[in-house]
């Protein structure tokens, strides 16, 4: 039996490792962790995502991303020939962000983040008040390791300024009820995980390694 290739792409500024816990049916699947590459300079995200689909290797791969990596997958989609699009806490196109992004795509105030910051991370620890807060950042010491602050830029300008009208009816999309960064309130026509944050890929590893293998098979 040929085994179905399936493709990982991490949320912004993360790495592999938060596929860490993600195991698929070894005799049905190989699994290959997609790293974020550092953009050109006015490089488009079309043009990024044209580069990207050169490290999906193999035709009729299932191509999974998180977050921003949600979107890039989808704009890596044509020019690849895949088996199925995944996206996880990630959104469909422009209508199902936030209002608050919206306004920050309007106002350009998304220009005003501080992204220096997460090249100084392991200080935010140390000095951090707050076990919850410790936590977190402990978190993101961990997953974080994108740090240039021209990737960041880039980034977080491609994802409040995305500019996909409609939404591909083929894109299957798995969704937390408790999303806080882009809120099931605003997403259509998803998978629902019960009690799922933006960072369920870790924390609801378990209903993904049950429930992936369906999803893909699933025709």
Known sequence: MNKIHVYFMPGMAANTSIFEHINLPKEQFEMHLISWQLPKNKETIQQYAKRMADKVRHENAVLIGVSFGGVVVQEM????????????SSVKSSSEMPRRMKIAKTTKAYKLLPTSWLKDVEKLVKYAFGDNLKRKLKLYEKYLHVRDKGYLDWAIENM????????DPNVVHIQGDADEVFPVKHIKDCILVRGGTHAMILSKYKWFNTNLPKIILEE
């Not at 409040?160 to 939404?167: F, G, H, K, P, S």
């Open 160 to 167: 409040m300024c995305w500019e996909r009208a409609a939404c």
């Open 77 to 88: 989609a044509p020019f690849l020939k895949l088996k199925k699009l995944i996206i996880i």
